[in-house]
């Protein structure tokens, strides 16, 4: 019997060459010279295969630092906003059990969001990426995710309250729902802005209101209406 460690879809998860486990050390530590510091979130970017969440003619460009295009007008974001989004949902006190994530995507930030917390709800307003996140996802072993195409302004309301919101595309303004969804202590990560410039905001339900921190400028696509 053939052992397991070595078969073909292993090989494939590994990776070799420029998708291989010793370029993504590399990643990793750059990350972490950029100022990631959780060592959990990197170990969930380590140990999560990029290169099989986008088209096979790019997957040597997977471990670099940069975003890529995954279709249909959308990209997969660079390593570093992915670690620092994650880092910003996990930074708080509070044990992280429920995330919603709005832009399911190709379904990498899924993946490392899968690996934290308890459970993820993931809205994709575009039903032909998230067709294939949801049979990527559970293919390589990510299988405690709920999925919904719908509209991500409107956020998950039968499944509220949410410890984590992480947003992956850009509004002009805060969605009040996505702020009313949130449990106590729970944090919303999310860019803000338009075409003249984006910022992170990170907005925590405290026991007296909400705080807001606005942090890095960023770019992302625009945040839009759905589904389709």
Request: glycine share 8%; proline share 5%.
């Amino acid at each position: 019997m053939a052992d397991p460690k070595f078969s073909p879809k292993s090989r494939r998860r590994e990776g070799i060459g420029m998708t291989s486990m010793r370029t993504r050390r590399r990643l990793i530590d750059r990350l972490r010279a950029q100022g990631i510091a959780n060592e959990k979130v990197l170990s969930a970017l380590l140990e999560t295969p990029r290169h099989l969440f986008i088209d096979e003619v790019l997957a040597h460009k997977a471990y670099e630092d940069t975003a890529l295009p995954i279709g249909q007008s959308q990209t997969i974001s660079q390593p570093f906003i992915v670690a620092l989004m994650t880092e910003f949902i996990f930074a708080s006190d509070i044990t992280v059990k429920k995330v919603l994530e709005i832009g399911t995507g190709c379904g990498y930030q899924t993946a490392i969001l899968s690996q934290l917390a308890a459970w993820i709800f993931t809205i994709e307003r575009i039903a032909s990426l998230q067709a294939e996140a949801k049979q990527r996802l559970p293919d390589l072993g990510y299988r405690n995710i709920s999925y919904l195409n719908g509209d991500g302004y409107l956020g998950w309301e039968s499944n509220q309250p949410f410890d984590g919101i992480i947003v992956t595309a850009a509004p002009e303004v805060v969605p009040q729902a996505l702020i009313d969804q949130l449990s106590q202590g729970g944090r919303l990560v999310i860019p803000v802005g338009d075409g003249g410039g984006q910022r992170l905001r990170v907005i925590t339900r405290t026991a007296w209101g909400f705080d807001e921190q606005q942090r890095e400028a960023v770019r992302f696509v625009p945040m839009l209406n759905g589904p389709c």
